[in-house]
T-cell receptor, first 110, second 114 residues
Framework: GQQVMQIPQYQHVQEGEDFTTYCNSS?????IQWYKQRPGGHPVFLIQ?????EVKKQKRLTFQFGEAKKNSSLHITATQTTDVGTYFC??????????FGTGTRLTIIP | DTGVSQDPRHKITKRGQNVTFRCDPI?????LYWYRQTLGQGPEFLTY????????KSRLLSDRFSAERPKGSFSTLEIQRTEQGDSAMYLC????????????FGPGTRLTVT
């Protein structure tokens, strides 16, 4: 079936360090979205990537879509305590639904 | 608040009972999705509607699950003869039509089957 693998499952970083999560698919994606879910909360949309090789930035967050449109990454520079949460990629395989990755849970050590 | 709302927020039920959840999407959104999320996992697609039409159901959705969106506005998800394995967070999301639009999630209904 159409699945998307996300790594790592957990990441503990010191405040101020960088953080990266990766999403991989064996199938070419139509587009990919990223969501953040705070502890006890619901997923909140961050960004959507559509074009091959696309790079988008939101302040300290950098999102990339691979040239083959099979992988994506989210990089956070100089993490802050407000970055705590689980980051999910959500892949679209050309149908009308999203397939979520298993998420990367980020914890910050002050 | 013009976001997606879900009711109830929590439901505890005994195995074998039926439960029904409600989702009210953002008013101008014609797409409505239901997901199930268990601890440590991402949201898992269950079904979605375009207006009142149910366009796709996951193969994971057993016959005990049924969803409706009769007037193309709010939706209900019913689980009949609940099992302990049904315990999860049930999330509703809405969006405008098309695959290029973000989904807005509601706070979810946490179901516990005892």
């Amino acid at each position: 079936g159409q699945q998307v693998m996300q790594i790592p499952q957990y990441q503990h970083v010191q405040e101020g360090e960088d953080f990266t999560t990766y999403c991989n698919s064996s199938t070419t994606l139509s587009n990919i979205q990223w969501y953040k879910q705070r502890p006890g909360g619901h997923p909140v949309f961050l960004i959507q990537l559509v074009k091959s090789g696309e790079v988008k930035k939101q302040k300290r967050l950098t999102f990339q879509f691979g040239e083959a449109k099979k992988n994506s990454s989210l990089h956070i520079t100089a993490t802050q305590t407000t970055d705590v949460g689980t980051y999910f990629c959500a892949a679209n395989f050309g149908n009308e639904k999203l397939t979520f990755g298993t998420g990367t849970r980020l914890t910050i050590i002050p | 608040d013009t976001g997606v709302s879900q009711d109830p927020r929590h439901k505890i039920t005994k195995r074998g009972q039926n439960v029904t959840f409600r989702c009210d999407p953002i008013s101008e959104h014609n797409r409505l999705y239901w997901y199930r999320q268990t601890l440590g996992q991402g949201p898992e697609f269950l079904t979605y509607f375009q207006n009142e039409a149910q366009l796709e159901k996951s193969r994971l959705l057993s016959d005990r699950f049924s969803a409706e969106r009769p007037k193309g506005s709010f939706s209900t998800l019913e689980i009949q003869r609940t099992e302990q394995g049904d315990s999860a967070m049930y999330l509703c999301a809405s969006s405008v039509s098309g695959t290029l639009y973000e989904q807005y999630f509601g706070p979810g209904t946490r179901l516990t089957v005892t």
